[in-house]
C-alpha cells in the first residue's frame, strides 16, 4: 500500500492507474502491455525483443498455438479454416451448455417441464436452446468435413500420424457428444432415439468363453441404468454429455494442438518436394504471425460464424420438441439423428450383431490406416487410389444415409401413414387442432370447405393433401395396378409408383366421421376403401383410424388461413 500511496505522490493518480493498468495487462498476456496489443493491432513493426512471441512460450492459453505460420496456409485453401471452426464451435457448446445447465435437472419428473420453462418462460431461452443445438449439429458437420480434408490433402502422413489418430478420436468424442444431448429433453424423439441405439448393446460381439447375455446384459443395465431406460439412465446420459466427454475431449483437443504446433500444419500438397516435409522451416519473407494477423483474422470469423448461428436460430431453424417420452407408445417413424442414420441403414439389410461389430473395426481402421498408407507423395496425381477410396466411402455413407430415413423399408400402410399425420397417437395436429364447439356431428370429405368454420376447411384441406401424398390413380386392367397421376395432382405432393404398393392407395376414397358419444366427448374416425379393378367387390384397403376427443383436451391450435393463426 505504502509504494502505491508513493506512486501517487510521485505521478498523480491518473499516470499511478494507467501505470498499474499497463502492468496487470502485461502479466494477463504474459509479455505484452497496452501499447504493445495497439502496435499491434495497428500492424506496426514489434518492439525488440518482440514481445508478440513471449505468450507462445509462457501463457497457458497461447502455448499450444504456433508463434507463427507459413503463409502459404493462412489462405483459405488448403484448411478452409475447418480446424479452427472446430475449436470454435466446443467452446461455443461449452457456453451455452452451461447456461442451458442452470433451468434444467436431469429426472424424468421434471425434465421436460424444465424444457418447457426454458422456451417459454427463460429470457431468450428458446434462442439460447436454438443456438446450442443448432452448434451441436454444425460442430459435427464441421469435424467430418475437418477429417475429410485432412484426408484429401495426405496431411495424415508421416510425421502427422498420430495427429490423425486424435483427430479420429475427437471425431467420436462429438458425435457421442452431441448424441449424447439427445437424450436430454426427454421427449419421444430423445426416449426412443436412444432405446433403439441402446438395443444395439444386445447384440454386441463379446469375447470368446464369456456368455453374450450376461455381458451384453451387463453392460445394458449399465447404459440405462436399470432393467429399463429411466431415471437412472437420464442421470447417467446427463452426466456423460456434461462432464465425462467434455473432458476427454478437452484432454484430446489440447494433445491434438500440441501435435499441430510440434510438426507445423502442411503446406498445400504441390508446395513442396515428393517425401518432404517443410512445415517448420518458414523462411522468415513466408512467415505470418499469430499477433496480430491471425488472431485478427480468427477473431473477425469467429464474429460472422457467431452471426450465422445466432441468424440461424432466430429465423430459420428451431430445435424440435415433442411430446413428453412414453415408454408405453412407439412412434411411427424413429429415426436417429443424421450423422449416425447410416448405421440405421445398414441395421435394415444386416444382421444387428454384424454391424454392431463392424462398426468398431471401422473406427481401428480409421486410426491405423496412415501408419498403412506409406506412399511419399501427397499430390493428387499420384493418390488416384487413395482419392477414389474416399469418393467411394463418401457415396456409399450418403446412400447409408437415404437407407435410414423413413423411406427406405420401413413405410407402414398408406392409410396409416394419412391417420398419423391428421390424428397422432400424441401431439397435435392440424385436425387436432380444431376448437372443440368448430367440429360438429357429421361426416366430411378430404378437402371439403366448410362455410363459416376456417378451421375444420384448413383440417380438411391438410387431409386432402395427406391423401395425395399417399394415393394415385388406376388406369388400364393390369393386375400390376399401374398408378398414374392425373393434372389436378400437385406435383410437390405426387409419388411415382410403378404399381400399388405398400405406401400408396389406388383411387381411394375417404372420410371423416365425427360422432358425439357423450357429453364433452366426440369419437373422430378416418374411414378408407379402395377396390380392385379387376374385382369390383374386393377391396384393397379397407381400413379406419380412431381417436377420442375430449372438450378439455388443451390441443395448440395449428391451422392457417388467411394470413392468420388461430
Known sequence: MATIFEQIQEMGIKQTVITKLDETVERLTVGMNINDIRSALRGDEPRRPNPRLRPHADSFWFHIRPSFYHTEVTHIYPTFRLGWLSTFMFVWETITGII?????????????????????????????RNMHRLGAEVMVLV??????????????????????AT??????????????????????LSYWALTVFLSGAEAAPTPPGIDPD?????????????????????????????????????????VHYYKVVLYGISLPPGREEIGEDTAKRVPRNERTYFTPDIATNELMWSALTTLFLVAGSLWLWDAPLETHADPVVTPL???????????????KLADKTLVIGFIPLLLVAFIVMPYFEVGKSRRYADRRIALTVAALFFTFMLVSNWMGSPEFRVNSSPDREVSIELLPEEGTSAMLGVPYDLMPEGTYLPGQPISGNPHLTYALEEFQAAMYRHSCTLTGNSTWYECVFDESTPIETRKYSNHFSDDV???PTAQLVVEEIQ????????????????????????????????????????????????
Open 167 to 188: 483427430g479420429v478420436i475427437l471425431l467420436l468424442f462429438t458425435a457421442l457428444l452431441s448424441f449424447s444431448g439427445y437424450l436430454l429433453p426427454w421427449d419421444q
Open 214 to 254: 450376461v455381458f451384453n446384459g451387463n453392460v445394458l443395465l449399465i447404459a440405462q441404468g436399470g432393467p429399463a431406460l429411466g431415471a437412472g439412465g437420464l442421470l447417467r446420459w446427463y452426466l456423460l454429455h456434461v462432464l465425462l466427454l467434455p473432458l476427454l475431449t478437452g484432454i484430446f483437443f489440447f
Open 100 to 128: 442451458l445447465m442452470v433451468f434444467y435437472t436431469p429426472s424424468p419428473l421434471v425434465a421436460y417441464s424444465n424444457m418447457w420453462n426454458i422456451l417459454g418462460n427463460v429470457p431468450l431461452g428458446q434462442l439460447m
Open 519 to 566: 357429453p364433452g366427448l366426440k369419437k373422430l374416425t378416418l374411414k378408407y376403401k379402395a377396390v380392385s379393378p379387376a374385382n369390383p367387390e374386393e377391396f384393397l384397403i379397407d381400413a379406419e383410424w380412431v381417436k377420442y376427443r375430449h372438450a378439455d383436451s388443451n390441443y395448440e391450435t395449428e391451422c392457417r388461413f388467411a394470413n392468420k393463426s388461430c
Open 143 to 164: 469435424v467430418a468435413l475437418h477429417m475429410l480434408r485432412t484426408y484429401i490433402t495426405g496431411s495424415y502422413k508421416k510425421p502427422r500420424q498420430f495427429t490423425w
Open 505 to 507: 392407395m389406388p383411387d
Open 333 to 347: 417413424h424413429v429415426v436417429a439423428p443424421w450423422y449416425l442414420s447410416w448405421s440405421q441403414g445398414w441395421l
